[in-house]
């Protein structure tokens, strides 16, 4: 397998992740799709840079989630104040009204977080343990453990005062 095959190969075992991140980081449909190819292209151009040293996972969420706030902060320049409501279910799901009622609210939420919030949320629920979400965010443990507490009481604060009901 040429290196070409074998990068879109992974893209497409771990295209979940990409959208996951595009959908956290930006809340209108066209934004998110334009992040979802600005972090492929990124991934691209540093493919070859990626020595096997971690997983591959490991390395795109680090690459990902770096696109995304360079590119959520040359989105805030260009736009001055918006703000949407996500209606495409993006995840390959079957589809439960409920539970996408709950993710658009949550997503919605999640647009108020700084940045760095968003990494430490997306983080944590990708499943990342504090000393992972701490690696790939350059802070302590021990400092990650404090943000990302505050980070979900601050969520919580978020969804309560838009009155979203779960």
Not at 29 to 58: A, C, H, M
Not at 106 to 125: C, G, H, P, S, T
Not at 152 to 160: A, R, Y
């Amino acid at each position: 397998m040429n290196r070409e095959q074998d990068f879109l190969q992974k893209i497409e075992q771990h295209k979940g992740v990409i959208y996951k991140v595009a959908r956290m980081y930006m809340s209108d449909p066209d934004d998110q799709n334009d992040l979802f190819q600005e972090i492929v292209l990124q991934l691209w151009k540093s493919y070859e840079s990626f020595r096997g040293g971690s997983q591959f996972s490991t390395w795109m969420y680090r690459v990902a989630i770096n696109t995304a706030m360079v590119f959520l902060k040359k989105e805030t320049k260009r736009k001055s104040n918006y703000t949407g409501v996500i209606t495409d279910e993006i995840a390959a799901e079957e589809y439960n009204p409920v539970k996408e009622t709950q993710l658009s609210y949550f997503y919605e939420a999640v647009q108020d977080l700084n940045v760095v919030e968003k990494a430490l949320i997306f983080l944590f629920l990708e499943g990342q343990s504090h000393k992972d979400i701490a690696a790939n965010l350059g802070l302590t443990e021990v400092n990650t453990r404090v943000k990302l507490t505050r980070t979900k009481e601050k969520l919580q604060e978020i969804i309560k005062a838009k009155g979203y009901e779960f």
